[in-house]
């Protein structure tokens, strides 16, 4: 195991710690992967964080072998979706998938969230969809979170969760934070009468503004996430309906 591989393996048990600590997870229902080297580390099976250790992180080969992993501990049970968005979205390089309870409450009543708030355009588009249900660890599970997905960094999943996508660990937790934070705004918001939506024209226009001056800024000026915001252009700086470029996957 090479230094940086263990240094990514130690990051993704520190992530894990904080959403537990950040309340964004609950005990081991939550699991992180990250892409390396034609691989994927992803955390072990109903392990508490405390107890996890680098070396308990799972490999998986994204070619050859579906389901094919090394380690001394099973993957998490949903490894399966964790590879599938690997596989098909090579933009994306960390997974953090979370029962996080504003996005479950929503997922449960089977709402998307909508353009309440601008920093929806931090997905990829003007909604966040909710995937239809299917239950956990299956491959149908995956073919509807893929589906949801489609040309964003975000989804729900009925009756479970949520997932948040990044180009690197930090920014897919970051996502996670702002993911559930909408979620929290819109319920809300859904107690006094409803949300004033913002038009598709309005949610273009900030992402531009991401594309224009970065993400940080935005963060800095507007947002309380405690989360480290990405210091790159995220995909949100394309317009609402565009797909996902594809390009080379990147080493994290
Ligand atoms: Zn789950």
């Known amino acids: 195991?090479?230094?940086?591989?263990t240094a990514l393996r130690r990051a993704?048990?520190?992530?894990?710690?904080a959403m537990n600590a950040n309340g964004l997870n609950q005990g081991t229902s939550g699991n992180i992967s990250v892409r390396l080297q034609g691989r994927m580390l992803i955390t072990p099976s109903a392990t508490p964080y405390d107890a996890m250790t680098p070396e308990m992180?799972?490999?998986?080969?994204?070619?050859?072998?579906?389901?094919?992993?090394?380690?001394?501990?099973?993957p998490s049970t949903?490894?399966?979706?964790?590879?599938d968005i690997l596989k098909s979205r090579p933009e994306v390089n960390a997974i953090v998938h979370t029962h996080a309870t504003y996005c479950?409450?929503?997922?449960?009543?089977?709402?998307?969230?909508?353009?309440?708030?601008?920093?929806?355009?931090?997905?990829?588009?003007?909604?966040?969809?909710?995937?239809?249900?299917?239950?956990?660890?299956t491959a149908a599970l995956s073919e509807t979170a893929l589906r949801a997905l489609d040309g964003r960094m975000g989804c729900l999943l009925a009756n479970h969760g949520m997932i948040a996508l990044g180009e690197s660990l930090d920014k897919a937790m970051w996502r996670a934070v702002e993911l559930e934070t909408l979620a929290k705004q819109y319920y809300l918001t859904l107690a006094?009468?409803?949300?004033v939506l913002l038009s598709d024209a309005q949610i273009a226009e900030t992402?531009?503004?991401f594309s224009s001056y970065?993400?940080?800024?935005?963060?800095?000026?507007?947002?309380?996430a405690s989360v480290k915001p990405p210091s790159v252009k995220p995909p949100s700086a394309k317009p609402p309906s565009a797909k996902p470029k594809k390009r080379a996957a990147k080493r994290t």
């Open 192 to 195: 006094i009468g409803g949300p």
């Open 1 to 5: 195991m090479t230094d940086p591989e």
């Open 104 to 137: 479950t409450a929503l997922a449960i009543a089977r709402k998307e969230i909508p353009a309440a708030h601008y920093m929806i355009a931090a997905f990829g588009g003007a909604t966040i969809r909710c995937s239809d249900y299917a239950t956990y660890g």
């Open 214 to 224: 970065g993400l940080q800024e935005a963060q800095t000026e507007d947002s309380s």
């Open 207 to 209: 992402a531009a503004g």
């Open 12 to 17: 993704i048990i520190d992530q894990c710690r």
């Open 78 to 83: 949903e490894w399966r979706f964790h590879l």
């Open 57 to 74: 992180i799972a490999a998986m080969p994204l070619e050859g072998a579906y389901g094919a992993w090394e380690g001394p501990l099973k």
